[in-house]
């Protein structure tokens, strides 16, 4: 199998994108409750095209097991959530998809994980390359101390895409969903935009590099309900284009904007002092949250565990 080289990435990242997906609007303001009619049905996995494929995918920190043994496959143009008790391995499995892990020089990744077919942990692939196609959007908001304009036209700039630097942030700006807000003040300054506004600041900053995949971290757990009910609006228009693949707390949150769900379970050794994440179910959203195959998913999405 062919290594994902620079070469690889640059043809992927150049290639034409489509315009797949049959994305339902969230639901608005900051209504938490989930009504039945709110679920999407997700598409047949015979008709998918595999984003990632992840094989018996472990990662251990200086040797001691955060997650274990993770199989699953994640599709294009779809909404992906991780769910979970705090401590089960989320953050580091979403992390493993665009190998920031990496940057943790104790970390140990094990196992298969195949994007579009091929070996993101190859040794010729370079991670940096990889960060170009799978971007990431973290639980805080985090824009530069720069002016509104600067913070989008950054990634652009520093990878030298080409075309009309106006029309690129124009573009990412409109794909937040945040250009009528700020479009009469983008020399301002990025610290004075609200909470919702700076996360979706980032996400356009993220989607003006045109990445194939968008990775978000627990992106509205520090957004108020309003805030938030914008970012789950932004992730049903997004996902249009991209593959989404979020982790959330918020089981609510899941049920309204995910496709499909997996829920991770923490697991104790014998001595009961060594924990790590291990997957208990994954499926459809709508199958997760109405019919789990598992009594446990069932006892945590009902809220009898926690």
């Not at 303001?29 to 015979?46: K, L, Y």
């Not at 990025?190 to 590099?209: D, H, K, N, P, W």
């Not at 805030?227 to 693949?245: A, H, W, Y």
């Amino acid at each position: 199998m062919s290594e994902l080289t620079e070469e690889r990435f640059r043809e992927r990242a150049e290639a034409p994108g489509n315009d797949a997906g049959d994305g339902t609007s969230a639901a608005a303001g900051g209504s938490i409750s989930v009504q039945p009619d709110e679920f999407h049905h997700a598409r047949d996995i015979g008709e998918l095209e595999k984003v990632f494929e992840l094989e018996s995918l472990s990662v251990s920190y200086a040797g001691v097991p955060a997650v274990k043994e993770v199989s699953m496959d994640i599709y294009k143009n779809e909404v992906t959530a991780l769910i979970g008790p705090s401590g089960c391995g989320k953050s580091t499995l979403i992390r493993c998809l665009n190998r920031m892990n990496d940057l943790v020089p104790t970390a140990e990744v094990t196992g298969r994980l195949l994007y579009h077919g091929e070996d993101l942990y190859g040794p010729k692939v370079d991670p940096v390359q990889v960060r170009k196609l799978i971007g990431m959007v973290f639980q805080k908001p985090n824009p530069f101390p720069k002016s509104i304009y600067e913070n989008v036209a950054f990634g652009p700039r520093i990878l030298g895409m080409k075309g009309d630097m106006d029309e690129i942030v124009e573009k990412a700006l409109r794909g937040a969903a945040l250009w009528d807000e700020v479009k009469d003040r983008l020399d301002s300054n990025a610290f004075g935009m609200s909470g919702g506004q700076q996360q979706r600041l980032c996400i356009a900053r993220c989607i003006a590099v045109e990445p194939d995949v968008i990775l978000m971290d627990e992106p509205c757990s520090a957004l108020d309900p309003i805030s938030t009910g914008k970012i789950e609006d932004l992730m049903m228009e997004l996902k249009r284009e991209f593959s989404i693949v979020i982790v959330t707390h918020n089981m609510q949150q899941a049920a309204r904007v995910s496709d499909r769900t997996a829920f991770l379970m923490v697991e104790l050794d014998a001595t009961e002092q060594n924990r790590w994440g291990r997957i208990v179910e994954y499926d459809a959203t709508e199958k997760i949250f109405t019919n789990p195959g598992d009594p446990r998913t069932e006892d945590y999405v009902s809220g009898k565990v926690g």
